[in-house]
Structures are given as structure tokens and as C-alpha cells.
């Protein structure tokens, strides 16, 4: 019998504390069969085991003694605190003590810990940080987010590659469509970069490149994946949670302005909170860090319990596909691009 | 008794013809008691307004033959169809027939006619399309939103000028707030471009700077204006509608799901339309151009009556307030730092 893979936790992440996710990585152990590696505060994760029932949870605890807080700076919170729980993580990873990393911790802190202990994928130049937001139909895969705010064209190439191999497998979606976020979709339309990108993703051989999309093309689920510089698509992720929170304002305050719609809201209540859950943009996933030699998976900092766990079980699933290995590989063909003439059609050349 | 202003509008422009256009057209005029001009196809415009009570309302038409249509070339198109709608509106501002123009068309049109009709305002570089967003309290002034995708960083600073005479005098905000869409609140974060407008903003005497806002300070409303390139402002206000469309399509799936649901959420009809108007982003008002030497207001392509009587509304107030001079000699008192040296506060350099 082989023993169940390992996911290490950053225990200490996120905005609601260690007990939240502890909650969620106990779900996820027991929901995945899994062993999990807390890391972070020894008594206060003891503290939040206690309350739960662990019976038969394959889980562990990692005391660490510095702290890693949102508002540090992220790359010289990884140098100087090598024993916070963010860090521990990421280097179990490493050293093979765990097969993958959550934290819903500092962002550029677990970007910039798994550059400097994992290192680049060959023939990545920048990683990109990868997050669903909701559609209509179900969810679109975006990236960059937030970690390449000036990319060369070449560079959305590459996310698009990334991404295609994360959606073929982890998102169980084949032969992604890939759409370029621009101001308009006429070809002609965009800036510096994405005029050029587009040029580059038209002569990509082995992708479903859609050409431009706008911004409404996001919610309206038009693509699989959206690429974009990391500047551009933090503005639109943050844009659109911005925008469901001012609906769910205006929703309440339309809904609480006589009795008679108080009544009538009251009823729609398990309306209501269908509708929240589908368009909560910390719990529809973590998003991956593509690019890296390793396997770390950002949560959301607002993630719930069901965030954590969901953010578990992509980081599981993308150790299991050994995404790592696939991206270097996809690279590798992309990038030699006389196998292509060899007589081998493109469409043959998808790994 | 001096004669009411005159404003051409192009009755041709947007996504429902002529009628929803002349219909908004003969509202505004009896609401501002002002005088409108009619461009376009005489006998449709003629038969829209055959079909409405235009009792003691100043209306004029003239016939246009030519058709500048939403997917042409906007240079190509105004240099070509002289005789369009479009065109001719804009004309009649530059020979002084009309005090200022509105379109709910080709918006790409709008502004090659009015840059190559009226030209620049000295000091403007680049013109800028501006626009309301919902908030959560009210509405926040975007600019640039697609005129100029590669901006340099003292064109954002012209851009946070205009923005403050805009809200200055058509919006009634004495001192507005401009914060600077970035990927992060702080200063350190952001791309090359809003890196060096960031520290630019801040040098600008008789502003009151905000410093850097996220994307969901826009729905937020965080700050009075927000000032970014025209590409990410593009993919802001679209994925902003898109989001929105994507919670009301949410919401009709989860409000008919049953019965029950569904009569409940029939005494909720009219909260739901009154949500659905403060979300409206066709409603929120018309857009200028803003750094011509004249007065264009782009109406959105979806606008209904309603939309189209405010952009004229907009239009109106545009060129009361005289804003092409009073943006020329906010230009010129803010890059003449000179005067600031010498002995005069900054609060004391607004216009």
C-alpha cells in the first residue's frame, strides 16, 4: 500500500485566521484522503484541532515561530523569516516532505518564496499567477493576476501555454479556447503589447486562439482562458469583485425598503445565498502559481472553509498531473517550432 | 429675450434607430427648454416625430444622406462620408449653429470627426473619452476609457486635469478626489506607466490626489475620478457591465426556479427595476470627449430615451460652463509651476 500524497498548509494565512483554515484542511484531508502538514503557530492550530473532530484525519502540525503579515514586503519577508509557516511550507515542498503548498497568506510572499526555492520552469521566463473567476456557464481560467505588470509579448505566449496545460489538466478541458483581453476584438484593436502578443498567439502552433476579447467576455464566459499582463488582469479580477459587492449593496438596501419586500425577500432568502456562493470570487478556487519548478496554490485572503478546502484539492490535483513537468514539456515543443514542419501536423503537437 | 441654446444631435447614432433617438431628443428639449437639431435620414426623423407630441418644442431637422455605421473605419469613415449624421453634427458646433453635439454611434467616429474638426485644446496632448460608473453611493468619473491606449505618464496628469474641470463644472464636485487605477493601494505598486504618473500626480499643485486606487475602488467609490490608460479603463468598464449582466442573468435562473420563487419575486418586480436602473451603464449619462476644442458627448450604442435626454442634458451644461476654455487655462496654470513659486499657495491655483 502506498502512502496517501501530502499537502503542506500555511496554517497562519488568510484573513480570518488559523482556525478557519484548519477547519478547511481537515475537510479536505478527509474529503481527498490525504495527509496534511499544518505549519505555522504550534498552540493556536493545537487550540483549533481541539475543537474538531479529527478521528481518522490523517493531518500533522509544523511549529514555526515568525510571521509573514499581508502588509510585508514580499520578497524580504521570504529572506528574513525563514521560519514562518509560509516559508516552512514552501520548502517542505522542496524537500519532499509534501507534494504541494497552500497559504492564503501575502500573495507576492508565496510568489516570491517558490521563485527563490523552486525556481523557473526551463523556458519560462516570468510565473504567472492563474485564478477562475465565475461566468455565466460555470468559470473562465485568468492569468496573469497580479505578478508580471510589464510582460514582453513573448511573455503572454507563454501564459497562454501555461494555462492550456493547467485547464487540458486539471480543469478536465481538453482543447481550452484562449482568448487575449484587449479593448475591442477587432485584431487591430489594443496596446503596444497585446497588438504584438496577438500576432505571436496567431502563429502558436497547438492552441485554440480565439483572438481579442473585451473585458465583458470575462463574466460572459466567451473563452476557457483569458490572457493578460498582470497589470490589466488584477484591474479586471478586482474590478469585478468590486462590482458584485455594489449589487449585493444595492440588492439589500432595494430589499430592506418596506415591509412588504421584507416579507417577500425573505422568502428568496435560499435564492439569495445560491446566488452570493456562485459569484463569491474566494471560493471558486485557489489560484495556481504557473511557472515554478513546485506546486504552490494561493487562496483568496477572504477564503472561508470550503475556499481552504477547495484550494486543497487543486493543489492535489495539480501534484497528482505533475503540472510542473507538463508546462516544461509544452514549452519545450511551442518553443521548437521546426517539429512542426517536420511534417507533423499542429494540431498533433499538443502534449 | 436671447434665443435658447442649440444642441445637434445625430439622430442616426445607436443599437435602436432613429425613434428611441428623437424620442430622448424632443424630451430633453421640453425638459432644458432648449432648441435641437436633428441630423440624419429626413423621412425616418420625420416619421419618429410624426408619431409624437411636438407642441411648443424647438426641433429643426436636417437631412443627411450618407451612413457612418458602428463596425466602419472611424478615420476612414469621417474623412469619407462628409454628408453622414455624424459628421454634420459635429460641424454645426464648429460653424456655430450648435453649442455642442451629441452621438450614441460609432464612438471611434465621434472622436476622429471632433479631433480633426475642432482640434486640440493647447496644452492637451491626447484627448481622453471620460464616463460615470454606478457606486455604491453614487457615481465615479472614469477617464481615459479606450481614446489613448499607450499613454505617456504626463498624459495621465492631463487626463486628472480634465477630470477636475469636468467635475468641477458639469458635476458640481468643488474638489474632487482622483485616485489612480493601479494594481495595488500602494505607491509602490503599480506598471511602469502608472509608476511615473504616480509620482507626477503628486508633484500637480491645485490637485487633490488620492494616490493609487484598486479596481474595485471604482464600484466602490473610493475616489470622485479615477484617472488610468484608455485600455485598462476599456477593460474595466466592460468587465464592470459584464459582471453585472452576469449577476442578473444569476439571478433571473435562481428567482425562477420554482414557484415559489417566482411569486415571491413578483412582488419584488419593481425593487428589481430600480436595481437594475442604478446598474444601468447606458443610463449613467452621456460621455465627452474631453481635450477637443469642442463640445462631442458620446451617448452609449445601447442608450434608450432616457440615456439619450441625459447625454443631451450632459451636452448642455458642457457648454454653458464653456469647458474647452476652462480646460485650456487649468492646462496652462499647471504647467506653469512658476507661478506656484512665487508666493501663491496651491489651494489658491485651482481655477
Redesign the interface.
Known amino acids: 500500500m502506498t502512502s496517501p500524497p501530502t499537502i503542506a498548509v500555511d496554517a497562519m494565512g488568510g484573513d480570518h485566521g488559523p482556525n478557519v483554515v484548519v477547519t478547511g484542511a481537515l475537510s479536505a484531508a478527509r474529503r481527498f484522503g490525504i495527509h496534511v502538514l499544518l505549519f505555522g503557530n504550534e498552540p493556536a492550530i493545537q487550540a483549533a484541532l481541539g475543537q474538531r473532530d479529527t478521528e481518522g484525519v490523517l493531518v500533522d502540525v509544523v511549529g514555526t515561530t515568525d510571521d509573514i503579515r499581508m502588509d510585508d514586503h514580499p520578497a524580504q519577508a521570504v529572506r528574513r523569516k525563514r521560519d514562518s509557516s509560509l516559508v516552512r511550507a514552501i520548502q517542505a515542498v522542496k524537500d519532499g516532505d509534501a507534494a504541494a503548498m497552500v497559504s492564503a497568506g501575502n500573495s507576492g510572499a508565496v510568489m516570491a518564496g517558490s521563485l527563490m526555492t523552486f525556481g523557473r520552469i526551463e523556458g519560462i521566463d516570468r510565473p504567472a499567477i492563474a485564478s477562475y473567476m ?3 456557464s460555470g468559470r473562465v481560467l485568468v492569468l496573469d493576476l ?1 505578478a508580471v ?2 510582460p514582453k509579448p513573448a511573455i503572454l505566449v507563454q501564459f497562454a501555454l501555461m494555462g492550456q496545460i493547467y485547464s487540458r489538466y486539471v480543469l478536465d478541458v481538453a482543447n481550452p479556447s484562449i482568448g487575449l ?4 476584438e477587432e485584431p487591430g484593436k ?3 503589447l ?1 497588438l504584438a502578443a496577438h500576432q505571436l498567439l496567431k502563429e502558436t502552433p497547438g492552441i485554440r486562439f480565439h483572438g481579442n476579447v ?7 464566459g466567451t473563452v476557457d482562458i483569458v490572457v ?5 488582469g ?14 449585493f ?3 439589500r438596501a ?2 430592506s ?1 418596506s415591509v ?2 421584507k416579507l ?2 425573505l ?2 432568502r435560499p ?2 445565498r ?2 452570493r456562493s ?2 463569491d470570487y474566494a471560493e471558486v478556487g485557489g489560484a495556481p502559481l504557473l511557472g515554478v519548478a513546485g506546486t504552490a496554490i494561493i487562496a483568496h485572503g477572504r477564503s472561508n472553509e470550503r475556499a481552504i478546502e477547495n484550494a486543497i484539492g487543486v493543489a492535489l490535483r495539480s501534484s497528482e498531473q505533475h503540472l510542473p513537468a507538463r508546462i516544461a514539456e509544452r514549452i519545450g515543443t511551442a518553443t521548437h517550432p521546426a517539429a512542426v514542419i517536420n511534417g507533423v501536423p499542429t494540431n498533433r503537437l499538443s502534449i
Open positions: 465565475p461566468t455565466v497580479g505588470t510589464d483581453l484587449s479593448n475591442g489594443g496596446n503596444q497585446t473585451e473585458g465583458k467576455d470575462i463574466p460572459l493578460t499582463d498582470g497589470f490589466t488584477n484591474v479586471a479580477l478586482k474590478t469585478a469583485e468590486g462590482t458584485a459587492t455594489l449589487l449593496e444595492i440588492l432595494e430589499l425598503s412588504l419586500r417577500a425577500s422568502l428568496l435564492a439569495f445560491s446566488m456562485r459569484l
